[in-house]
């Protein structure tokens, strides 16, 4: 690696944040007016694609700018696009300005859109949480909650470095097991590899409402929960079929997916949205389907509001509530 000075026209950043942030521009700006020395920005030489790929240094670059410089010196050293980016997704996990949990997520949707770049494998095997937590800088909990929320591996489109748009593939993988008829063809399996370097089998997560409609006897007046508990009268109104916490997640993943849209076909409408917001609006969807109530709460039977903090008081339990009591609590 060796250092040099290079001018700032030529840097093509890897930008792995959510966005910038204004404020730590103008406050590196600022120190550098009174003579504050940063380290050297961080730099991949690629010759094949006659590139300096900045991976490191994005708001450092910014403020050499808004001071009118043309060069900034860089620590230089050669590689691909692929190394690049592979450096740039942990980029800050320990340093410079503290990532948010829209940065991390932006690596990680990173690093699994450009899986086949990263990774390159002739079998094309996924990362595992345990991969993507190492290559991104983000804890295993993280990471295994990305992973929980991706789509069907068969719809799922995978980037490769190239800008034609040729080079978008199925993400598909090989075998698909195809049951009989009978079976109600599951979901097919993909393959992951893990740090050990083997390859394992793992059905994807089926993105499908689990929660079924709440039995509702009306000769008996009585509405039960899956587990056949029945829900009292006080948080009824959160089991019905159709709630505004449904109606709201719908027009939220509406809004995401024609923000999405817009955004990559560069719509000049929605020229002031950043990928800040986009991602906002796609937690909100996430935090919308984890809110669904899964069952009356096992520890209270809903009447604990007020005290219970296995439902924080609500009476109802959502899955990962659910999932979070103890064995005796269980069905």
């Excluded at 940063?38 to 708001?59: C, Q, R």
């Excluded at 494998?121 to 949480?129: F, G, K, L, M």
């Excluded at 097919?188 to 079924?212: E, H, L, Q, S």
């Excluded at 056949?228 to 709201?248: L, N, Y």
């Amino acid at each position: 690696m060796a250092t040099e000075t290079i001018n700032l026209a030529d840097l093509r950043p890897i930008q792995t944040r959510a966005a910038t942030d204004a404020a730590t521009i103008e406050e590196y700006a600022e120190a550098a007016q009174r003579g504050a020395k940063f380290p050297p920005v961080s730099v991949i030489a690629d010759a094949e694609a006659n590139t300096f790929w900045l991976w490191d240094g994005v708001h450092r670059m910014e403020a050499a700018k808004r001071l009118g410089a043309k060069r900034i010196k860089a620590n230089v050293q050669g590689g691909t696009y692929a190394d690049a980016l592979r450096l740039a997704l942990g980029a800050n996990a320990t340093h410079g300005l503290r990532r948010t949990n829209a940065d991390k997520r932006k690596a990680l949707d990173m690093a699994w859109k450009n899986r086949r770049t990263v990774w390159p494998r002739e079998d094309n095997a996924d990362p595992s949480a345990e991969i993507l937590a190492d290559v991104c800088g983000v804890s295993l909990r993280t990471a295994k909650a990305y992973v929980a929320t991706l789509q069907p591996v068969q719809n799922v489109e995978v980037e490769r470095p190239s800008t034609s748009a040729n080079d978008r593939v199925s993400a598909d993988v090989e075998p698909v097991q195809i049951a009989p008829v009978e079976t109600r063809n599951p979901l097919p399996v993909r393959r992951v590899f893990g740090k050990d370097g083997k390859v394992r089998p793992v059905a994807p997560v089926n993105t499908a409402p689990t929660r079924k409609a709440p039995a509702y006897n009306h000769a008996k007046g009585v509405m039960t929960d899956r587990f056949g508990v029945e829900i009292p009268m006080e948080i009824r109104g959160a089991f019905k079929a159709e709630t505004v916490r449904d109606e709201i997640e719908t027009h939220l993943r509406t809004a995401a997916t024609l923000l999405k849209r817009a955004m990559d076909e560069k719509d000049p409408s929605v020229a002031q949205f950043r990928q800040a917001d986009l991602i906002d609006m796609q937690n909100a969807v996430r935090t919308a389907r984890f809110t669904k109530p899964h069952c009356v709460c096992r520890l209270c039977q809903g009447n604990g509001r007020g005290s219970c903090t296995a439902c924080h008081e609500t009476g109802f339990q959502t899955q990962a509530q659910y999932e979070n009591n103890p064995k005796e609590f269980k069905a």
